[in-house]
């Protein structure tokens, strides 16, 4: 479910794609980035979604107690749900203080047989929670997001795994028992300095809980190239 990567090593050819696809979350330890190198890890990944909203570049977004998500808790959810186009990998580093909330993962994978029969032959709608509208998104991207409704099945195959795929804080409903799975078997992240996370979204399901004091994170969204959905 995870691999983890001193940044030294990148250099000595460390395939971070090919980590990505095997393991579904990388965590790159004693970083220490500046925006730029940042930025061109980001690159390295994948094409990376331009946004409009808390960025320090075209694509590089804020996640702050001031800015993007703020300081509230965010429940279990799969970045890019609700979008179209394949910017399901996310990387976000630890700029400041990122150990005042732990970032919790759900290995969607490795989600019981039982559910994934149960829901084999249903899809999930997606679309933004009403408290990000403003803070996250311009009035063209939600008409945008409002006549797209994005439909997805909850469950299909990718990277050869069979994934559970159920968004729980962007869509409607309320599915109790993929909650209590993903309450009881996941991985908490415990930030340090120099920390960086990248994940698949069609794989890892995340959340965080709330937190005070001042906590600064860079993220970036880019293409996942065999993505199936």
Known sequence: MTVIVNYGALESGTDLKELLRSEGLIIIRRANLSLNQFKALAESLGTPLKTEKHTVHDYVQIVSNKGLFEDKEVDWHNDWSYGRGKYHGTILCNVNSGHLANTIFADMAKAPKELKEKYKKEYGEYFPPQELH????????????KKMRVRRPFVFTHNDLEILYCSLGTT???????????????????????????????RMMHKRPAFKG?????????EIENAPI
């Not at 403003?134 to 063209?140: G, Q, S």
């Not at 309320?174 to 069609?202: C, K």
Request: with cysteine.
């Open 214 to 222: 001042e906590r600064t994170l860079w993220r970036v969204q880019f």
């Open 172 to 202: 409607d409903k309320d599915f109790s028992d993929v909650r209590e799975w993903a309450d009881t078997y996941n991985y908490e992240h415990y930030w340090r300095p120099g920390d960086i996370l990248i994940w698949d979204n069609l």
């Open 134 to 145: 403003d803070k996250c998104f311009t009035e063209k991207q939600i008409k945008l997001l």
